[in-house]
């Protein structure tokens, strides 16, 4: 059978064409899997720990050297949490969400509120009754009831008051350098990371200038996390140390500094948790935190500033729970000590996390 030149040559391009995504169809499936893998949660249950309330993958007031999500090194992951701290005389909600790259790379976001609840009113009447006092006045009730900020000779509205909240933004950045803390059972080094966190305080104008103290700051640490996997009574067992290197007052809720400057401090901090079985952990936090003088370093409002600047080591008791990947739940005891002037700070501590 004669077949026109015509008709062989379009034969002959489509069955070019035809073995060209022959070829190209394993290349092509082989990227279309790999595009859906991007984003996975590849990682064992608990590698992302939970989140600490400043946003990064850690304990409840530690970050770890872990990477958040459960992405591996060619994937993505994700998270997002909600924690919630009910002290004595005060409470702080803090919520964000950071992004895990490739168990490299973590960027993370975490709004924190906290409230001064009736403490807000106690604080201003003492501020009154130090100012009075040492003017040699014997306030009375609607002088000590007054806006502190008012009775100090300040523009603008009340320090406190009832309810007042102190919030700020907090946006950190984690690189993990060395070390994975599963794949490292043969190895003495830890998993290391350093991070960075840029603070923003929207504490009012007048009050950081009373306190003399900076709204925004930046805060550092190395963080080392070890993972032993038949560690303690041949459960699980995990050791994270940190080194801050920070000039936060209460973590950047009071504000960065003191009417000294702005003198950065190197802070201990450590963690050690037992995972009891695959799904819930048991351990402890400590972190230290810097002290600032605040409001006076001399004069007759010194008590006032010595009372306020007063600071303790952040502690807790934690369990947290890994149903599965997709969640976490953690109950803390916390003891925050002195928090401005109000001692025995302790309390309820309570995490949800998201991985995805």
């Known amino acids: 059978m004669n077949i026109p030149k015509r008709k062989w040559a379009r034969r002959r391009r489509i ?4 073995c060209a995504l022959g070829l190209a169809l394993p290349f092509a499936a082989q990227g279309a899997i790999g595009q859906a893998s991007l984003f996975g949660q590849g990682r064992l249950l608990g590698t992302g720990a939970v989140t600490a309330v400043d946003g990064a993958a ?22 997002a949490f909600y924690s919630h701290v009910l002290l004595n005389n005060y409470n702080m909600d803090a919520y964000g969400a950071s992004l895990g790259i490739f168990n490299r ?20 009447q003492a501020i009154n009754a130090y100012a009075y006092g040492l003017a040699g006045v ?22 406190f008051g009832n309810n007042y909240q102190l919030n700020q933004d907090i946006v950190g950045l984690k690189v993990r350098l060395f070390g994975d803390i599963v794949y490292d059972q043969n190895w003495w080094e830890p998993q290391v990371s350093v ?7 929207e504490m009012p104008a007048n009050l950081a200038a009373t306190l003399g103290v900076k709204r925004n700051g930046v805060s550092y640490y190395v963080s080392a996390t ?12 995990l050791a994270n140390f940190n080194l801050d ?10 504000g960065f500094g003191g009417v000294n400057g702005m003198g950065y401090k190197v802070e201990p901090a450590a963690s050690v948790g037992v995972f009891l079985n695959r799904h819930v952990v048991l351990g402890a936090e400590y972190r230290s935190m810097p002290q600032n003088q605040l409001i006076a370093n001399a004069g007759p ?34 003891n925050l000590g002195t928090i401005a002037t109000e001692k025995n700070q302790s309390g309820l501590y309570l995490s949800l996390t998201t991985s995805f």
């Open 15 to 18: 069955s070019a064409v035809v």
């Open 245 to 254: 290197i920070t000039d936060a007052n209460q973590q950047g809720l009071l």
């Open 195 to 201: 991070g960075v966190d840029f603070h923003h305080n």
């Open 58 to 79: 850690g304990g409840g007031i530690n970050p770890w050297a872990v990477i958040s999500g459960y992405g591996t090194n060619q994937q993505i992951g994700a998270t």
């Open 138 to 159: 014997n306030p009375s009730a609607s002088q000590l009831n007054a806006p502190a900020s008012q009775t100090l000779g300040l523009s603008g509205p009340a320090f």
């Open 226 to 237: 070890k993972v032993w996997l038949d560690g303690l009574f041949g459960l699980t067992t």
């Open 105 to 124: 790379i973590e960027i993370s976001y975490a709004r924190q509120s906290f409230s001064l609840g009736n403490t807000g009113t106690a604080l201003d």
């Open 301 to 334: 409002l010194k008590p006032l500033g010595d009372a306020v600047s007063k600071t303790s080591a952040w502690k807790d008791v934690y369990v947290a729970w890994f149903p599965y990947k997709a969640l976490s739940l953690t109950a803390a005891y916390v």
